[in-house]
């Protein structure tokens, strides 16, 4: 079962949706990233939240500065209550590792999202990532800083959490021919949160 929740993170929040729907943090102490995310985009933007869960705070937050975003989850009962939160907002359920949507964005967040990936799963995300911005599309995402895994706790369940190791992700990035705009190690303004965000640029 372990093995199954580790590579299959979504499970548990079909599981725990009611409460994290009531527990998420509603502050938006992501603010000062999702402005810069903003400072790079125009009023016709189009932004992907990819592992959006309730879409609250963060999908609220570029509704609230009218921006285009569509939100993306793997769980169904998350995504019912996003769309209930949201319902003129276009919301997709898919894995994020089997991403092909034949659209392109101008920004994708994958805000304590992206974390959720097995390690091993995690280096082929760089040509989803790619192959979903427009050029000059910028990449915010959450991580670790080792190479590892580790396990936390929501709802009474337990929560997976992978990472490459900080070398790793700069590979991975200049792979794809992405430029670091910023790499921000354990924010504490910010939950202790390591933050990338990265400008796509295509040679």
């Known amino acids: 079962m372990e093995k199954d929740v580790r590579k299959n993170v979504f499970e548990v929040y079909n599981q725990v949706a009611d409460w994290f729907s009531e527990n998420r943090d509603q502050g938006l102490m992501e603010k000062k990233y999702l402005d810069e995310v903003i400072a790079h985009l125009n009023d016709d933007s189009c932004i992907l939240d990819l592992g959006c869960g309730t879409g609250i705070p963060i999908l ?17 009962k998350i995504l019912s209550i996003a769309k209930k939160n949201f319902p003129s907002t276009p919301f997709i359920q898919a894995d994020m590792r089997e991403l092909s949507l034949n659209k392109k964005f101008d920004a994708i967040i994958a805000w304590h999202s992206f974390f959720h990936l097995p390690a091993e799963d995690q280096p082929a995300m760089f040509g989803i990532f790619e192959k979903h911005l427009n050029p000059g599309g910028i990449l915010l ?52 949160a390591n933050i990338w965000m990265a400008k796509y640029t295509p040679v």
């Not at 609220?60 to 169904?76: E, M, P």
């Not at 190479?147 to 936390?152: F, I, P, S, T």
């Open 60 to 76: 609220g937050y570029f509704l609230s500065r009218k921006l285009n975003i569509t939100g993306l989850d793997a769980s169904s």
């Open 141 to 192: 995402f959450t991580s670790g800083t080792i190479h590892g895994e580790a396990w936390g706790q929501i709802g009474g369940e337990k929560l997976f959490h992978g990472s490459l190791s900080t070398e790793e992700y700069q590979r991975s990035l200049t792979a794809h021919h992405f430029s670091l705009l910023k790499h921000q190690v354990n924010d504490p303004q910010c939950g202790n």
